[in-house]
C-alpha cells in the first residue's frame, strides 16, 4: 500500500519559525514518526518562480525546484519515495484559480506548450540529479477547471477547451517520462461527488489520447457530497483529503 503526506512547507516552516514535533511530550523528527507509522511517498509542490518581481517570497512553503531538494537532503536517509506535484504557476493553482507563471504572461498556446514541456524536464532532471527515486509526477494541480489559465481554461468551447488542456499535460508526461522513464502520470481533479464532470473530463482525456495512469481526487472528509465511487482508473485511484 502507498501512504503519503505532503511536508512541502516544512523546510520553510523550519528556517523561519524553527518549528519543533512533540509525541509523549518528548521531541521528535516528525520523518521517523512517519516512517513508523507506514508512510511510504512525499508529495511535494512546485511553483515555477515564488518570488514577487522586488524577490520577496510568496512564503505558503516558497515551493520550488531548490526547496524540493533541500528537504531530501534532509531525509533521504528514511528512503521514501516522491510525488511532484507541478502547478504551472508561481503560486497556488486550484479551481478558483490557475494563473500562468509571470514569465509565461504573453505566450500564445504553443509556446504554452512548449515552456510546460522544458519546465517539467529541467526540473525532474534536477531532482534526478540530487538523487530524488520520483514514482509520480503529478501535471497540474486540481484543474477541474482547466489550467494555465486562460490558454488552458475550461470554457463553453470544450472541444477547443479540451484540446488545448490535453495539449498542455501530454507534454509534461512526455518530458516527464523522458526522465524518469517508469514514472507514472497523474491527473489531479476535484469535486469527487460529481460524477457526471468525472466522466465526461477523462473521457476527452482518453479521446485525445492523453496517457493517464492515475487519477486522484481532492475532497475534505466532512463534505456531505463526497462520494467513493470512482469511475475509471487504469489502475487506482488516490483520494486527498
Known amino acids: 500500500m502507498i501512504l503519503g ?3 512541502s512547507t516544512f523546510v520553510e516552516q523550519q ?3 524553527k518549528s519543533k514535533y512533540y509525541k509523549d ?4 523528527n516528525p520523518f521517523v514518526e512517519f516512517k513508523k ?3 511510504t511517498h512525499l508529495r511535494l ?3 515555477n518562480n515564488p518570488y514577487d518581481e522586488e524577490g520577496n517570497s510568496y512564503l505558503a512553503g516558497t515551493c520550488n525546484v531548490q526547496s524540493t531538494i533541500e528537504l531530501h537532503n534532509m531525509v533521504k536517509e528514511y528512503g521514501f519515495k516522491y510525488i511532484i506535484d507541478f502547478h504551472y504557476s508561481d503560486f497556488w493553482a486550484d479551481p478558483a484559480k490557475q494563473y500562468l507563471p509571470k514569465a509565461w504572461a504573453n505566450y500564445t498556446l504553443d509556446e504554452l506548450v512548449k515552456a510546460v514541456y522544458d519546465f517539467t524536464k529541467e526540473s525532474l532532471i534536477a531532482l534526478k540529479n540530487a538523487g530524488l527515486d520520483v514514482e509520480f509526477v503529478q501535471i497540474g494541480n486540481e484543474i477541474t477547471n482547466g489550467m494555465c ?3 488552458g481554461a475550461l470554457t463553453d468551447d470544450k472541444k477547443s477547451s479540451y484540446d488545448a488542456i490535453a495539449r498542455i499535460i501530454t507534454s509534461g508526461i512526455k ?3 523522458e526522465v524518469y522513464p517508469e514514472v507514472k502520470e497523474i491527473l489531479h481533479l476535484e469535486r469527487s461527488y460529481d460524477q457526471p464532470t468525472y466522466r465526461e473530463y477523462i473521457s476527452n482525456m482518453l479521446e485525445r489520447n492523453v496517457p493517464i495512469d492515475i487519477v486522484t481526487h481532492s475532497g475534505t472528509i466532512h463534505s456531505k457530497n463526497i462520494s467513493r465511487t470512482w469511475i475509471w482508473s487504469k489502475e487506482n ?3 486527498q483529503l
Open 25 to 28: 511530550g518528548k521531541e521528535i
Open 149 to 151: 489559465w486562460p490558454l
Open 45 to 47: 509542490r512546485i511553483w
Open 37 to 39: 507509522n507506514g508512510v
Open 175 to 177: 518530458a516527464a517520462k
Open 5 to 7: 503526506i505532503d511536508p
Open 15 to 17: 528556517r523561519i519559525a
Open 237 to 239: 485511484s488516490i483520494f
